[in-house]
C-alpha cells in the first residue's frame, strides 16, 4: 500500500460574482479531483487551531500529523533547515522577503506595499539581491541567505524580541507606516528594512527590472521570527518511509525536520509556471525507491490567491489535476499498486482577501481497493459539506489517511 496527500495550497475559497457563484475550485476544469471524490469519503478540516495565525507552516504541520499548537515554532526556523542552516540554541530565523513598494512617497513610512512578491521575481535575480544585502547589512550578528524567489531568510544572534511584525500579504495595497512594530525591541528590524530600500531600489537588477516593465523588489521585509525546530520522526511516527515534494523552502523544511527524504525539482517555482510534470515525477520516482508515503505539495493556487487572480488560481487548479493527480492515477493503474490519496488545501486563500483564512478546507480521501459512490461529483468547498465528516483537529487527517494501516 502507497500513501499519498496531494497539497493544493490554498485552493479553497469562496463564491465569486465573477463565476455566477462558483468558486475558483468549483469552476475549474478538473476531472480527476472531480472523479475522486465521487468515489472516495468527503469531508471538511480545521487545519488551524483557534488562535492561532492561518500559516503555511501551522497548517502543513497539521496535515503531516504533527499538532501545530505543540510543534509550530514559526515558519522561518523550518525554511532555514531547508536551506541547510544548522540553527544554534542562541539564534533566530527571521523570513525576509524582498518586497515592491510604492515609490512616490519620500518617507519609508508613507509607502504602500504594492506586491510582497515583488512580482513573483526570480530566484536567480533575488539571489544577487541578497548579495547585496548581506555585503551590506551582513555581520557577526546577522547573516542572510537565499531562498527560493522572494522568500529568504536572515539568522540573528541574540535577536531581540521582534513578535509585533506584520505579513507583508496581509497589507497589500496599505500604507506600511500603519502596520510598523511598536515595540522598541522591533527598532532595528524596521531601520534595517528602511535602509534596505535605499540599498534595492536603484540595485541594477532592479533598474533592469523597471525597465522590463517588472516590478521592483526595493525593500526587506522581515516577520514570523522563530528558534530551532524539533520534530519526532515521521517514520517513528508511522512506520513509514516518506518523502516529501515542493517548491518552496517551508514545505522541505517540514519534511527535512521530520526525516523525510526532499528531492530537488528542477523548474519548481512555487509560482503558476512551476514544473508540474517535474513534482509528479519526483513523487514517482520516490515511491518506485522505496517510499511508502509522499506528500506532494503545490504553491501555485495560494499564490495565485494572494496576487487577486481567480483566472490563474483555476489554471494553477487545473494544471494540478492534469499534470499531476491525472497521471498519477494512471500510474497506479499500470502498476496495480494499491494506495490511497487525500487530496486538500491546507487552508483557503480567497482571491477577495488576497491573504490566507482559517476556514475549514475539503479534503477527499480516495481508497484503490474501496471506491464507493459517494453521489458527489464536483469536488469543492460544497463536497466538504456534502460529504457530512468534520475534523475539527487537521493531525486526525493523517491518521484518518493511514486507518488500519498493516
Not at 5 to 20: K, T, Y
Not at 119 to 136: F, N, P, R, W
Amino acid at each position: 500500500m502507497k500513501y499519498v496527500i496531494l497539497v493544493g495550497d490554498g485552493m479553497a475559497d469562496l463564491p465569486l460574482a465573477e463565476l455566477n457563484g462558483k468558486t475558483p475550485l468549483s469552476a475549474a476544469e478538473k476531472p480527476g479531483m472531480d472523479y475522486i471524490a465521487s468515489k472516495g469519503l468527503n469531508g471538511r478540516v480545521n487545519t488551524v487551531p483557534e488562535g492561532m495565525v492561518p500559516e503555511s507552516d501551522t497548517a502543513n504541520l497539521a496535515i503531516m500529523g504533527y499538532d501545530p499548537r505543540v510543534y509550530s515554532k514559526g515558519r522561518s526556523p523550518l525554511e532555514a533547515a531547508s536551506i541547510g542552516i544548522s540553527m544554534a540554541e542562541d539564534e533566530t530565523a527571521i523570513r525576509a522577503n524582498v518586497v515592491c513598494l510604492s515609490q512616490e512617497e519620500d518617507a519609508y513610512e508613507d509607502k504602500h506595499m504594492i506586491d510582497h512578491s515583488a512580482g513573483e521575481i526570480s530566484t536567480e535575480e533575488a539571489d544577487l539581491l541578497i548579495k547585496a544585502v548581506q555585503e551590506t547589512f551582513g555581520n557577526e550578528l546577522r547573516t542572510f541567505y537565499t531562498g527560493v524567489s522572494y522568500r529568504h531568510c536572515v539568522i540573528w544572534k541574540d535577536c531581540p524580541d521582534y513578535s509585533d511584525f506584520a505579513r507583508p500579504h496581509d497589507i497589500i495595497g496599505k500604507r506600511i507606516g500603519d502596520y510598523a512594530p511598536v515595540n522598541p525591541s522591533s527598532a532595528p528590524m524596521w531601520e534595517l528594512q528602511k535602509a534596505s530600500y535605499e540599498l534595492l531600489n536603484n540595485h541594477p537588477v532592479n533598474l533592469a527590472r523597471a525597465a522590463a516593465g517588472k516590478r521592483k523588489a526595493n525593500s526587506l521585509w522581515l516577520w514570523s521570527p522563530g528558534k530551532k525546530p524539533a520534530l519526532p520522526s515521521f517514520a517513528e511516527k508511522t512506520g513509514l518511509t516518506a518523502s516529501v515534494v515542493c517548491a518552496v523552502d517551508l514545505i522541505r523544511g517540514i519534511g527535512l525536520c521530520a526525516g523525510m527524504n526532499a528531492p530537488a525539482v528542477e523548474g519548481a517555482t512555487g509560482t503558476l509556471d512551476t514544473n508540474y510534470a517535474g513534482k509528479l515525477n519526483a513523487a514517482i520516482r520516490e515511491m518506485e525507491n522505496g517510499s511508502d508515503f509522499v506528500y506532494i505539495h503545490v504553491e501555485a493556487p495560494d499564490e495565485c490567491g494572494h496576487q487577486g487572480s481567480y483566472t490563474d488560481k483555476m489554471e494553477a487548479i487545473s494544471r494540478i489535476d492534469k499534470e499531476i493527480l491525472m497521471p498519477l492515477l494512471a500510474y497506479f493503474k499500470k502498476t496495480g499498486e494499491p494506495f490511497r490519496l487525500l487530496l486538500t488545501p491546507d487552508h483557503p486563500t480567497p482571491v477577495y482577501a488576497r491573504t490566507h483564512t482559517r476556514d475549514a478546507i475539503p479534503f477527499v480521501l480516495y481508497d484503490s481497493e474501496k471506491e464507493q459512490d459517494s453521489g458527489i461529483r464536483c469536488y469543492c468547498e460544497q463536497s466538504g459539506f456534502d460529504g457530512g465528516i468534520f475534523l475539527e483537529k487537521g493531525e486526525d487527517l493523517l491518521q484518518l489517511l493511514l486507518q488500519n494501516n498493516a
